[in-house]
């Protein structure tokens, strides 16, 4: 008989957003070891509820105003005390019975924790980031919201049964901390079973993957890279995902961009992402060598490997980690213009089957660590220690 878990959490409900596909994936894994997953969300007002996206099904705590104070108001009060997301999460429960909680979030762990405590259901909690104030330039972020975070972390995450970590840097904290952790990054079905190969008669393609309100990545160095590398002949190209093309154009004239290779796409589906980068010949990733870079996992990073796709990357002692610079991607010393011509300029000196071996072995490196099967065995012993654990207590 199959078993039921409830994995919430404010935003993961989002359909093609990194938040929701990484969910999604992870509930491959539970299902995999007998569990069925029932997803909590919150939802846009007019959202069907609940919705069934794929094999899953989504519950969603509807918000009543979709634009205006209003709705700013809405967002602030559920963001403090979680009133009316914990009350969908109470009516699932009551329905459903879980045998397990699982939670990616933070305004209502408290309140899940006394439910899972008094009901004696295994409570695990997700952590896939970890920001600092410094990151943040709103008040309400900066002051509230990331204190509310710090505090999961340094207390209420340490009450819960489990964790389940998506970062060497994440996993290493909670161990330290005498918390039983599991580490699982990005999983993916890694089906690709080929690269589109690299041919030396065309441009090095080189394609960056974002969205419009992500402040941790930084492309633009790899923009002017590319306007000084083409100045004479189009060597590459740069295709870019998710940032609206308003955003660019307010520092550089589209038309020329365009005419040196580089083309802005805007927010797209999922699946035309993954055409894009799969046919491109490397990504590219540069962050801030700080907490946030070390303790997430971009999912993007995960998938452009897994569709063969090498990164490029710059050192930050986060998911650079798992690169052999030169051998499944390249990692560089730091982010800045110079740095990046450079590594580019090297890069052209390669022939087609140095640039083919480098994604051939990014593809075999993704197939090993990012396929979700290989996480199976790993999270069905680790929730079968804390069941255990948990008797042995009551």
Same mark, same amino acid.
């Given at each position: ?72 108001? /809405?967002? &602030? +009060? *559920?963001?403090?005390?979680? %009133?009316?997301?914990?009350? =969908?999460?109470?009516?699932? !429960? ?98 690709? /079973?080929? &690269? +589109? *190969?690299?041919?030396?008669? %065309?441009?090095?393609?080189? =394609?960056?993957?974002?969205? !419009? ?182």
């Amino acid at each position: 008989m199959m078993k039921n878990v409830i994995y919430i959490g404010e935003n993961i409900g989002t359909p093609d957003t990194a938040m929701f596909i990484h969910c999604q994936n992870v509930a491959r894994i539970f299902k995999d070891i007998g569990y069925n997953v029932l997803f909590v969300s919150i939802g846009e007002k007019g959202q069907d509820n609940p919705h069934i996206y794929g094999e899953n099904k989504y519950y969603y705590s509807i918000r009543r105003h979709s634009k205006g104070i209003s709705r700013k108001l /809405e967002h &602030i +009060t *559920e963001e403090l005390s979680g %009133n009316q997301f914990y009350k =969908v999460f109470l009516q699932v !429960a009551e329905e459903n019975h879980p045998d397990l909680i699982l939670y990616y979030g933070y305004s209502i762990e408290k309140k899940l924790l006394k439910y899972a405590h008094i009901k004696g259901v295994p409570f695990l909690v997700e952590r896939v980031d970890w920001f600092e104030q410094s990151d943040h330039n709103k008040f309400f972020y900066k002051y509230i919201v990331q204190r509310k975070v710090d505090y999961s972390y340094s207390c209420l995450d340490l009450q819960a049964d489990g964790i389940i970590a998506i970062s060497d840097y994440l996993e290493k904290y909670f161990t330290s901390k005498q918390m039983k952790v599991v580490r699982i990054p990005p999983v993916f079905d890694t089906n690709t /079973e080929m &690269i +589109t *190969e690299y041919k030396a008669e %065309n441009p090095i393609s080189i =394609v960056y993957c974002g969205s !419009a309100g992500n402040k941790k990545d930084y492309y633009m160095p790899v923009v002017d890279a590319l306007l000084f590398l083409n100045r004479e002949e189009l060597r590459y190209t740069l295709q870019i995902i998710g940032i609206p093309s308003d955003k660019i154009s307010s520092k550089y004239d589209m038309k020329v961009l365009q005419k040196y290779g580089i083309f802005v796409y805007g927010k797209i589906g999922n699946e035309q992402a993954r055409k894009i980068i799969h046919e491109s010949d490397f990504s590219v990733l540069f962050r801030d060598p700080k907490r946030y870079a070390k303790a997430g996992f971009s999912t993007k990073f995960a998938e452009s490997m897994v569709l063969g796709v090498p990164v490029i990357c710059n050192s930050v002692g986060g998911a650079d980690t798992v690169i052999t610079n030169g051998v499944n991607g390249i990692v560089i010393d730091s982010r800045d213009k110079e740095r990046i011509i450079n590594i580019l300029s090297e890069i052209l000196t390669y022939d087609e089957n140095h640039i083919n071996q480098i994604k051939n072995q990014a593809l075999d490196f993704a197939n090993s660590f990012f396929n979700y099967s290989g996480y199976v065995d790993k999270l069905r012993a680790f929730i079968a220690d804390i069941t255990s654990g948990m008797k042995s207590n009551g």
